[in-house]
């Protein structure tokens, strides 16, 4: 198997600004900790609302530790913006009663998209525990949520398998206990090797899994960053990615061009075996994601709405 990266090959030159090939795409952002990362992200928000993402979601700390930023960053989307947000929502760090009262704040303030995750451990524990008295893991938080309300739910997959599975059929089991617990979509983690998603997917078909799934990908924006990322998740980084970006530390303009290259590369393979929608991890950054976006034929809406209102902006 060779996954060296090829030169764009003539049907990507021909789609480039196809926009009847453009695929279905959405974003993934992080609440912001200060003012300045808060202007940050709403930069990226106005950047990207015009390209009509399906919907956008919101992250939760470790242990639950960004829950009130994820929050407000939520209302703020829905109140603002033209936006679909989904709120991520996890297991850690609250009872049931606890989790099902954010759950119906959120269902009372307009937002039908929830992101279901078991969540990692707290803060200062490496292994996971569930909660007294909580959701112990993300099929159960997927039942709970449909007491609450007719959510949209996703929840995550792993090309790669979960890092604390022992097996990839032990993976596929939890994914189906989640999707016969009431899941109608399933975002995967990022992967950088096609083959590892095709793999993957026949397992999923094999466990007669038929929920749509979504690739998760990952723009590389900081080469360093994403390895540290990538140990900590599970995630593969193959060596053809190391001799990329090799040497263009100090190089950005050169390194954005790469990144985008490899990402739109990643897009196009899948979109050869059938893959029509993609969910980008932006963090918080809209050029690379904007570039890959506009590449696959994904292209600008006049009418969508990203503005701060004068009373956000004053504060």
Not at 143 to 168: N, Q, T, Y
Not at 220 to 241: R, Y
Not at 292 to 297: F, R, S
């Amino acid at each position: 198997m060779n996954n060296n990266l090829t030169p764009f090959p003539q049907e990507l030159i021909f789609h480039v600004g196809d926009v009847s090939a453009a695929p279905t795409v959405s974003f993934e952002f992080f609440p912001p900790k200060t003012e300045e990362m808060e202007q940050r992200l709403w930069e990226t928000i106005v950047e990207l609302a015009p390209l009509r993402p399906a919907f956008v979601s919101v992250t939760y700390g470790a242990g639950g530790t960004t829950r009130e930023r994820t929050h407000a960053t939520v209302r703020r989307i829905l109140k603002e913006t033209s936006l679909t947000p989904a709120a991520h929502l996890t297991c850690v760090g609250a009872s049931r009663a606890a989790v099902d009262e954010v759950a119906r704040a959120y269902w009372e303030s307009g937002v039908r998209h929830i992101v279901a995750l078991r969540g990692d451990p707290p803060q200062g524990s490496t292994v996971y525990a569930p909660y007294p008295g909580g959701y112990a893991y993300a099929n159960e938080l997927v039942e709970g949520l449909r007491r609450v309300g007719d959510f949209e739910i996703s929840v995550a997959a792993f090309p790669e398998k979960h890092p604390e599975s022992p097996s990839f059929e032990q993976d596929m089991e939890v994914l189906k206990r989640k999707v016969d617990a009431g899941a109608t979509r399933a975002i995967t983690q990022y992967f950088f090797d096609a083959d590892l998603f095709y793999r993957f997917m026949e397992r999923v078909e094999k466990a007669g899994i038929k929920i749509p799934i979504v690739p998760g990908i990952l723009p590389i924006g900081n080469f360093a960053q994403v390895l540290k990322f990538s140990h900590m998740c599970g995630a593969s980084v193959p060596p053809w990615l190391h001799e990329m970006f090799d040497g263009l530390d100090g190089q950005p303009v050169t390194r954005n061009l790469v990144a985008a290259y490899v990402a739109v590369e990643q897009c196009r393979k899948l979109q050869q075996q059938g893959v029509r929608q993609f969910h980008f991890y932006t963090l918080n950054r809209a050029d690379l994601t904007a570039a890959v976006c506009h590449v696959l034929g994904v292209r600008r809406q006049a009418d969508a709405r990203a503005e701060p209102t004068r009373e956000t902006a004053q504060g």
